[in-house]
């Protein structure tokens, strides 16, 4: 059984930057394409960053990309997002999701998701 179990998130002011992890379990995590994506409330869940299993190819998000920095370590099975400058608008739930190699960018691509992490940021 594949789970996923994010961490990091938390309330914090505008400016701020936060590290998000995610750590996954009953898969090789080496064979996995990790992929963030955020939900605001009564939003559609929406696509933030990935990165390819052996890490060298990474995507982000347009709208956020500059803040962002993905990557992951194969011997902790655990992948980070780094989210610098935040502001209200990122207030959301990221969720990290996994996939064999690939690095999709649609949230319907990923069969496996972990629960979530909140991410509040006070102006």
């Known amino acids: 059984q594949v789970q996923l179990v994010e961490s990091g998130g938390g309330l914090v002011q505008a400016g701020d930057s936060l590290t998000l992890s995610c750590v996954v379990s009953?898969?090789?995590?080496?064979?996995?394409?990790v992929g963030w994506f955020r939900q605001a409330p009564g939003q559609e869940r929406v696509f933030v960053a990935a990165?390819?299993?052996?890490?060298?190819?990474?995507q982000y998000s347009e709208s956020m990309k500059g803040r962002l920095t993905i990557s992951r370590d194969n011997a902790k099975n655990t992948a980070y997002l780094q989210i610098n400058s935040l502001a209200p608008e990122d207030t959301a739930v990221y969720y990290c999701?996994?996939?064999?190699?690939?690095?999709?960018?649609?949230?319907?691509?990923?069969?496996?998701w972990g629960q979530g992490t909140q991410v509040t940021v006070s102006s």
């Open positions: 990165i390819s299993w052996n890490g060298l190819m990474k």
């Open positions: 999701a996994v996939k064999d190699y690939g690095i999709p960018r649609r949230a319907n691509d990923y069969p496996y």
């Open positions: 009953g898969r090789t995590f080496s064979r996995l394409g």
